[in-house]
């Protein structure tokens, strides 16, 4: 289900006008699509069928509690990369059961805390990892569950900052080193060797590299069936990628699942996935109020009052975000970039755009915003982050609260000697 779309010349969320959100609760704006969500949860789980998986939600795509405890509801565990996702997943819901943590730099306590909470599973990306676990795990006399990820060396075909499971990437194990990995996994006394891990990147435009990765993996797979009585999980990453912009295709689900499900039944591994911006990404847009239009003499600028620190996808990876009047007006169109207040030429969400003609005060929307968006916000030049909104139906509440002074300088202090 689409959560965003046009109805009487107006873009809405379900049954709720942006507009009238705007009005009430200021710009810049989150807002999220709950049926989006649900809707994106379901096709998932409904096109791959055929393999069954587990679905681990990536919380690092959004980790606004609402929205982890709604994926909770609906069956999803948890991808955590931080004690503090850990505690977050906790808080919504999600039994520790259902938690699987990875992330190349766990400290002690993050990896003494998860053992406590005994989660299913740790994400191992290096030996160093494996014996920090298993000291840790021994002294509480424990045996930590884990997944060595391996890294297939596999070219995702994606921005070169989210490509993740090439030689020189720095996560997982290099494939050739991987059974090595596991030997030693083996012979520790705090870990138990569960399952193999991989994630290649972030976004994938389609099943090619899973199969490739997959066809890599598959004899490691094999050989460690039959070392290790406990192996039974292959933990493919998140990385579904979605449609950006207007006539960019889907990711092709069911060519995944068809391509996968006889190698999966070949190697006799349960599966599992860890979406994240698939779940969450255009369940999401950002509003934003024009502040000025200013004509220079080579450029248009339409400056806005959300900048790079509440979205900074176009700035760090030249991502495209379509950005549309939410009342747009008749007239001819103009050619502008969009950009923030922030003090630096990268703040801009959209460059070279046709946009309807605009005024101060107009509402834009930055679609696409619900995966990367919030979570990678921060309160460069002071600025508060921006509030978050949940639609459902003709509904609408308010998930987390607009920053305020008092909530930017929170835990400062100043020496008694100044
Ligand atoms: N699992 C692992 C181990 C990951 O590292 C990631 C993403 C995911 C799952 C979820 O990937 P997804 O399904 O959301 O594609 N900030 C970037 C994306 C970075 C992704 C990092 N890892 C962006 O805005 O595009």
Redesign the pocket.
């Known amino acids: 289900m689409e959560g965003f779309h046009w109805r009487d010349g107006e873009l809405w969320a379900e049954n709720v006008r942006l507009a009238d959100l705007a009005r009430a609760h200021g710009t810049p704006l989150y807002v999220y699509s709950r049926a989006h969500i649900e809707g994106q949860f379901r096709a998932l789980q409904s096109a791959l069928q055929g393999l069954q998986p587990t679905l681990f939600y ?1 919380l ?2 959004n980790s606004n509690g609402a929205i982890i405890r709604l994926l909770a509801r609906l069956g999803a565990g948890a ?1 955590v ?1 931080s004690g503090g996702e850990m505690e977050r997943a906790i808080r919504a819901g999600v039994p520790p059961s259902r938690i699987v943590f ?1 992330g190349v730099g766990k400290t002690v306590e993050e990896i003494d805390a998860a053992i406590a909470r005994d989660i299913r599973c740790f ?1 191992v990306e290096s030996e160093p990892e494996l014996e920090r676990l298993s000291a840790r795990a021994a002294r509480q006399k424990h045996r930590a569950r884990v997944a060595i990820r391996v890294n297939p060396d596999v070219d995702p075909q994606t921005h070169v900052y ?1 490509s ?1 499971g090439m030689r020189e990437n720095k996560f997982g194990v290099d494939l050739e080193r991987a059974e090595q990995a596991f030997e030693l996994a083996g012979s520790l006394p705090g870990v138990e060797v569960v399952g193999v891990h991989m ?1 290649l990147g ?2 994938l435009a389609d099943e090619r590299p899973y199969v490739e990765a997959l066809d890599k993996v598959m004899p490691l797979c094999r050989r460690l069936r039959a070392r290790h009585p406990a192996f039974r999980y292959l933990d493919m ?4 990628g979605i449609p950006y912009w207007p006539r960019q295709s889907p990711f092709p689900l069911e060519a995944l699942a068809r391509e996968l499900a006889p190698r999966c039944r070949d190697v006799g591994l349960e599966v599992a996935f ?5 779940l969450v990404g255009n369940a999401g847009v950002l509003l934003t109020t024009v502040q000025y239009v200013k004509d220079n003499p080579f450029r248009k600028f339409v400056i806005v009052d959300a900048g790079m620190n509440d979205l900074l ?1 176009p700035p760090l ?1 030249d ?1 495209w975000h379509e950005i549309r009047p939410v009342v747009p007006r008749d007239g001819e169109a103009i050619h502008a970039d969009v950009v923030g207040p922030i003090c630096e030429s990268a703040d801009f969400l959209g460059t070279d755009r046709q946009l309807p003609p605009v005024q101060e005060g107009d509402v834009l929307a930055v679609l696409g915003a619900g ?2 968006g919030m979570a ?1 916000a921060s309160n460069y030049n002071s600025r508060g982050r921006a509030a978050e909104v949940l639609v459902d139906g003709d509904r609408a509440a308010v998930v987390r609260t607009r920053e305020t002074l008092d909530d930017l300088v929170r835990g400062e202090c100043c020496p008694d000697w100044l």
């Open positions: 990536a690092k795509a991808d990369v990875a994400t989210t993740t994630h972030s976004p990453g998140g990385g579904f860890e979406p994240g911006r698939f996808r990876y991502a995966a990367y990678m």
